[in-house]
């Protein structure tokens, strides 16, 4: 059965109050959950968000081994084809099995996501890529250590990629010799994962840096020895909410957060006069002045400004006084809610794939709406929320897969959200 959101608008009026605790961040929990693959043992994890997508990854982790008529680990098309982190479980499936078969990775639409970068870096460290239909088989070679196995390398990446970092990573873990990663991506949930990783017998240094080194155990596998993976709060969420308290919100306390993670939006929110008190696990969004300066935008890997909180800062500025831009740096299709921002009021020129131009501030008003992706649906929740009169928003599976319960937490800041069954 299908659902959808249900959103009475506050009309532009900020009344939310009161607090909201962040969940455990997806991108996270998803590439430690891959991890498991190569532990004797198994993981307890604390902290794992309820949302769709870490279903998912728990589907295909349990249906790797299960027999298929390819010889060896496959991931599930099916569920595969649905979510991109799918991709982060060839690595270490490779690593600890000698062979993984995969489709490639579905998720978002956000325009081009390709994975030669994955490809590149496990030929590298000796596998063999073939295609047979619409399938990928990797094999690892036969290297000291004996047939399917990894050797360690130089991997050198040309453009940043998260998963592609999470992957290589992951199968470098187990391989022969070491693993070094060069232009790798620096996101905090990386940094969680190479902490855990290394509490457990991984040896991986330069978290948070753009040059990460692994040296393999050559084959042991690592031991949670009870230990759990505890998830770090989710980034984007707590900056979403942030976004939605500045302009809905009359006095909000986002807690269980990591303020100094969301620097990059924090420091923009400020600049548009947004009034901010960051503690140490939480942030208050006060009640400021009535009308907001607009700030121009640029999307960066992290500490920069993140993709993912993109659209959401797109409806933002649509509430500001002034003209703005939002330069899209890292995905060439992440501009589709544009259309139905102005549909809603917004006075927005897309410029071209990576440029938009944003003026305001227009009151929006209802209607009906779609999620166009995950965070894309998320930043239609906030316009709903800003619009005078009662949205809809169709599709609300694509906003589960990365928020959890997310009505009923809005729900006790005083928005009248309700699911809606369809
Ligand atoms: N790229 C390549 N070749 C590759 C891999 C990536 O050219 O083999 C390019 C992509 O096309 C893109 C750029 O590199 O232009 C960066 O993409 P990246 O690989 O970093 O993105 P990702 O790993 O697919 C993760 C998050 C996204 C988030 C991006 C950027 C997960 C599961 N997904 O995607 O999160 O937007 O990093 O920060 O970790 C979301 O959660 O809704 C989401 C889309």
Redesign the pocket.
């Known amino acids: 059965m299908k659902s959808r959101f249900v959103v009475e608008g506050l009309a532009g009026h900020k009344k939310l109050r009161g607090t909201i605790a962040v969940k455990g961040a ?2 996270a929990a ?1 590439k430690a959950l891959a991890a498991t693959v190569l532990f004797e043992d198994t993981v307890p994890f604390e902290n794992l968000p309820d949302i769709e997508d870490v279903k998912r990854m728990q589907e295909l982790l349990a249906g790797l081994l299960a027999p298929s008529e390819v010889e060896g680990p496959v991931l599930k098309k099916d569920i595969a084809e649905r979510l ?2 799918s991709i982060v479980l060839t690595g270490p499936t490779l690593a600890r099995y000698g062979t993984v078969t995969f489709p490639f990775p579905g ?2 639409v ?1 325009g ?7 490809l590149e870096g496990f030929r590298a460290m000796g596998a063999t890529v073939k295609e047979q239909d619409d399938l990928f088989v990797i094999s690892g070679s036969s290297t000291s250590l004996g047939a399917g196995k990894l050797r360690g390398a130089k991997i050198f990446f040309p ?6 970092t999470e992957t290589l990573m992951l199968a470098a873990v187990l391989a022969d010799g070491q693993t070094m990663l060069q232009n790798a ?1 620096m ?1 905090p949930e990386i940094g969680a994962l190479i902490e855990y990783l290394n509490l457990c017998g991984a040896d991986i240094a330069g978290a948070g840096t753009p040059t990460i080194t692994i040296n393999g155990t050559g084959g042991t596998l690592l031991r949670a020895q009870g230990r759990a993976y505890i998830t770090p709060p989710d980034r ?1 969420e707590t900056g979403s909410f942030v976004i939605l308290a500045a302009l809905a919100g009359d006095e909000v306390t986002i807690t269980d957060c990591e303020p100094r993670h969301v620097d990059a939006l924090l420091v923009l929110m400020r600049r548009a006069g947004v009034t901010v008190e960051v503690g140490n696990n939480f942030i208050t969004i006060k009640q400021g002045p009535t009308l907001l300066k607009s700030v121009s935008v640029r999307t960066h ?1 992290y500490p920069g400004f ?3 909180l993109q659209a959401p800062m797109a409806v933002f500025l649509t509430q500001c006084q002034g003209e703005a831009t939002i330069l899209e740096t ?2 060439d299709g992440r501009f589709r809610y544009a259309d139905d921002l102005v549909r809603m009021g917004a006075t927005i020129t897309v410029m071209n794939p990576h440029k938009i131009l944003i003026k305001g501030p227009t009151p929006l008003t209802r209607k009906e709406l779609e999620s166009p ?3 894309g649906g998320l930043a239609y929740l906030i316009a709903a929320t800003v619009a005078e009169g009662t949205s809809t928003i169709d599709n609300a599976y694509l906003i589960d897969r ?1 928020y959890e319960h997310i009505e009923e937490r809005l729900q006790k800041l005083g928005l009248n959200i309700q699911r809606e069954e369809v």
């Open positions: 997806k991108n998803l991109r982190a998720g978002c956000l081009e996501r390709p994975i030669d970068l994955f453009s940043v990629s998260v998963t592609a991506a996101e984007i890997e993140p993709t993912d890292i995905f992706d995950l965070r990365g």
